[in-house]
């Protein structure tokens, strides 16, 4: 057997442009395959506010495909529902060069000490699948900084008193304030709260040949028209492609990953059309095999690759590929002031607090709260306006005119409590384009996930009305799955093959040469946008499977 490459990683994203910097850059051949299309702003930054990743009524500005590409949810009443990328309950990832680092508003929060111990801190819920992680905070210290080096994160966390220690600062200086931050701040010192500006992964000044934000004021679902917003795509990607040492294969699926007879393996079979609207199997072979597709799509991968060894998908013997699927709730408060609080000027993101992370009174976990990015009128219409108010008529509209620059939000990702019966399974029905069994998806949170962001919905709206809100209003959550653009768990690391997918590196059990890389390694998912952490862990991660190599 021909060996044409050291690594084969699959996925283009957050952790995938990093594993292949740090491997390209260390000598090895690399074949990095994405599924979508290589995009630039040029292209791509049209504004359209009803196709983009932060409103998606009728398509994206990236992929997957409307066409082609289905899932299928089963609803809590055990209904099946075929469903397109743009649609809800689908849960989509951009599929583009970047991942959703192209189009992600860029928050770079490394996790706090206690994410990384939820059961020992809390104990285990009954229904939950709630653990520990392998490895701890100080495991992970030393690469959240590299990440925040590497990548570029601008912030100040001198005010960030509930968080871990840090080994060094921030590379660039925060963002600066906007009319809402100094509202915000008189209502957080009233109530005693400790606050600071969030970190970014956005260039407040320019660096590495690209410029500093230009305040568009279309951060998330978009593209940078600047080049200032720090993805994978533009910063650990062309460091890969200038090394001679690794490949770009994009608009390319993988069907499986390869096995020999004896179950081990030995690369990726990838589809190519043949010219007449079909697909035929082209096996690349390698050393290693590392899957970067997103908790989703990494655990159908899996799924989709059985052997005589593992009949029901790599790494699957336990029962364990797909489960624990998890994302964020983000309860939100909105308030309206006498004033004009927001100017449109992006990003949007000035003013944090980390406070009610942890240490609440009779509940898991809890959440950082902060401010949000700017807000497309278009999004205040569909989720935003009171629920008194209508959605159509003259009085939607003047409420609209009169009020959308007086008007501000806290909100905040809620740690979630996982379930194992959250899970990502093969449809026996429903086919994509390509031949392949799509990704079911069924399961809810668990309750405690609920009640815990009920009583962060509280504690944002007492901040907003110590702010000045003349009016405040927020929706309580309800059971639902949930997984989004933060998904993660479907293959978590642990200590033993019988309750997790990969050991603390992302290696397989059972396997010397499969690993995972991204967000599906998370047993839990933080109280924050879990994106630094992901890419830490790939720094980690590929600096070990190079070692190994």
């Known amino acids: 057997m021909k060996i044409d490459y050291d690594a084969i990683i699959v996925g283009a994203g957050a952790a995938g442009n990093i594993a292949a910097g740090v491997l390209a850059e260390a000598g090895k051949r690399i074949l990095l395959i994405e599924r979508g299309k290589s995009r630039t702003y040029a292209e791509d930054g049209h504004r359209d506010h009803l196709r983009n990743h932060r409103l998606q009524a009728y398509g994206f500005n990236t992929g997957p495909e409307i066409d082609g590409n289905p899932r299928v949810f089963i609803d809590q009443q055990g209904r099946r529902h075929v469903i397109k990328p743009h649609q809800d309950n689908y849960h989509v990832n951009a599929a583009v060069v970047g991942g959703g680092t192209f189009v992600y508003g860029g928050l770079a929060w490394r996790f706090h000490p206690k994410d990384f111990l939820m059961a020992s801190t809390y104990g285990r819920p ?12 100080d495991d992970l210290e030393l690469w959240y900084g590299k990440a925040e080096h590497e990548i570029g994160v601008s912030g100040d966390g001198s005010g960030d008193r509930n968080s871990g220690p840090r080994g060094r600062d921030y590379p660039m200086p925060p963002v600066a304030d906007n009319p809402t931050s100094a509202h915000l ?17 956005v260039n407040t000044v320019p660096r590495a040949g690209r410029g500093a934000c230009i305040h568009c004021g279309s951060c998330v679902g978009f593209p940078c028209p600047s080049n200032g917003k720090n993805g994978t795509q533009n910063t650990m990607l062309p460091r890969a492609l200038a090394t001679g040492h690794c490949d770009l294969l994009i608009e390319t699926v993988v069907e ?16 190519e059309a ?47 590929v797909g489960r624990n699927l998890q994302g964020h709730y983000y309860p939100t408060v909105f308030g309206l002031f006498e004033e004009p609080v927001q100017d449109s000027k992006g990003p949007g993101v000035t003013i944090a607090t980390t406070d009610y992370n942890h240490g609440n009174d009779g509940v898991i976990g809890g959440a950082m709260l902060a401010d949000d990015f700017v807000m497309l009128p278009i999004i205040l219409w569909k989720s935003g306006l009171p629920d008194d108010l209508p959605r159509y008529g003259l009085s939607a509209k003047h409420f609209m005119r009169d009020n959308f620059t007086r008007i501000a939000q806290i909100k905040g990702p809620v740690h979630e409590i996982p379930s194992a019966d959250c899970r990502v399974r093969l ?26 962001a009920d009583y962060i919905l509280e504690k944002a709206d007492a901040w907003m009305r110590a702010s000045g809100a003349v009016r405040t209003w927020g929706k309580r959550q309800t059971l639902r799955l949930s997984a989004g653009q933060h998904q993660a768990g479907t293959c978590r690391m642990g200590e033993a093959p019988q309750t997790s997918v990969t050991d603390s590196f992302g290696k397989v059990w059972g396997h010397d040469n499969l690993y995972v890389c991204d967000a599906s390694l998370h047993p839990t998912n933080g109280g924050y946008n879990p994106v630094l952490t992901v890419m830490a862990l790939a720094f980690r991660n590929a600096e070990r499977i190079g070692n190994l190599l």
């Open 185 to 201: 701040r008189a209502g957080a010192s009233a109530l005693g709260l400790s606050t600071f500006t969030p970190p970014l992964l």
């Open 126 to 137: 009954e229904g939950s699948s709630l653990v520990d992680w392998p490895i701890s905070y």
């Open 427 to 452: 449809d026996p029905e429903i086919r994509d384009k390509y031949g392949r069994s799509v990704a079911q998806l069924s399961g809810t949170t668990h309750g405690e996930t609920v009640r815990t």
């Open 274 to 320: 043949d010219g007449a609207g079909q697909f035929k199997s082209r096996r690349i072979c390698s050393s290693m095999v590392i899957l970067s597709a997103g908790a989703i799509e990494t655990a159908r991968l899996m799924l989709l690759t059985r052997t005589n060894r593992e009949p029901n998908g790599l790494g699957n013997n336990h029962d364990q």
């Open 256 to 271: 499986k990953v390869a096995t020999d007879d004896r179950g081990n393996v030995i690369g990726v079979d990838i589809l």
